[in-house]
């Protein structure tokens, strides 16, 4: 499907029919999701599809047991956690080698990124970092963020999103609908998976057929003038 | 183009050629921006799209003068913020009623959105929102966020980026690249935006003509193995 065409026909789905997805569908769709441009490239991204029926039935009550979720024929839970810059760091080094690199992108991923996802026992580097960061800024321009656990955790949710957009559309390109959700409890959904500070679910994807007529919005679209919202200055 | 297509020529560019790009393609870009879903539609981003040569060099400066950000055609700052809800509720609440909406979505605007989206002087009320939703999940399932001002400003950074990645994939439909920067001097963006908490710059989006040949990244597209990252349970 044309690209344009792909973002016209995207919409968030609150009902779906029985239909099933072929699951090679829902792998393409993964596939584009990865390939979202993200943070340092460090990929600190994790999709967990849930299948098996009991967790499902888990999680839909996780999710408030909203249409877009019971009624979803596939899920999956986009979850973001900074710590996982340490399972991509091997690779990237190794690739940064392979295609020599420039030295600069090297010691980026040796050093910088070692030092940049560190936040220290309860946040203690992390508020080093930021004091530290403000300070310096004082006289020239530095970025300052990301330095506590919770802005490393902002900036894997950041990316997660740019995945879960690119998956969204995927799934509208191959005939499929879904809804973002973030009307869950965290907490719930984080036990079922197994995670552990500082990941975090960030979304539930709910995908499926769209029913017919528009059966499965409230109405059309709606969007405020693009004049509020685009400033040329 | 065709929307996979697409997805596999986006690259993050890190180096642009001198090129200009017509303001259409930008134009079209920013419309399938705004079309991208967003946290209960209440589109808290704004685009800035810094185009005086006094700002545009001052935004360089704050991007750490980076060659994505110095040797782009056109910068758009992509800009989160929650209170922009009161931008949109009226003609969400419009909305709903010229299409008939179920009693609950036109609840959900009128009465549902101002105190999820309310925080109180110093977080107060936020704090208070966040114990109870904390005790009411002991119970049952209930989203434990958004409750703090920082909660908002990361739901409203959350979809600012699921616009950005529209953003970028419709440069791309249209021949150009992009380069998402987040290591900028967010202070100086602000102050040269005017911008006030809780608003919050989350990306700088660099954009034009890729270099030939691939000078304009340092290698290919390097990702970990897939089956580290989905997860079916």
Redesign the interface.
């Known amino acids: ?4 065409e ?3 026909k ?1 919409r ?1 789905i609150r009902k779906f029919t029985e239909k099933s997805i072929p699951p090679e569908v829902v792998h ?1 769709a ?3 999701a ?4 993200n ?1 340092s ?1 460090v ?1 600190t ?8 029926p009991e ?1 499902k039935s888990k999680l839909i ?5 909203q249409a877009a979720a019971r009624t979803a024929a596939e899920l999956i839970v986009v979850v973001a956690d900074p710590s996982l810059w340490r ?2 760091q091997a ?2 080094i190794a ?2 080698e392979q ?1 020599n ?2 030295k600069l ?1 090297k010691d980026y991923y040796k050093k910088l990124i070692p030092i940049t996802y560190s936040y220290g026992w309860f946040n203690s580097l992390g508020l080093i970092k930021k004091i530290l960061y ?1 300070c310096v ?1 004082l006289f020239r ?5 990301p330095a506590t656990m ?1 802005d490393l955790q ?2 894997a ?3 997660a ?2 995945a ?3 998956f ?3 799934m509208t ?1 191959q005939g499929f609908q879904t809804c ?1 959700m ?7 959904v984080s036990r079922l ?1 197994g995670l552990k500070s500082p990941a975090r679910p ?2 539930v994807i709910g995908m499926g057929q769209e029913l017919p007529d528009g059966k499965g919005t ?7 003038d ?1 004049n ?6």
């Open positions: 499907m044309d690209f344009f792909t973002v016209e995207r968030s393409r993964l596939d584009a990865i390939l979202a441009p943070s490239n990929q991204w994790d999709f967990y599809w849930v299948k098996s967790k009550e996780a999710c408030l047991s399972r991509s690779g990237l690739y940064t295609v690199a420039p992108v403000n800024g321009p530095t970025p300052r963020s919770r902002e900036v949710s950041k990316s999103a740019l879960a957009q690119n969204v559309l995927a390109a973002m973030e009307g869950f409890d965290a907490c719930r998976l960030v979304m409230w109405g059309g679209r709606y969007r405020i693009k509020l919202v685009v400033h040329e200055i």
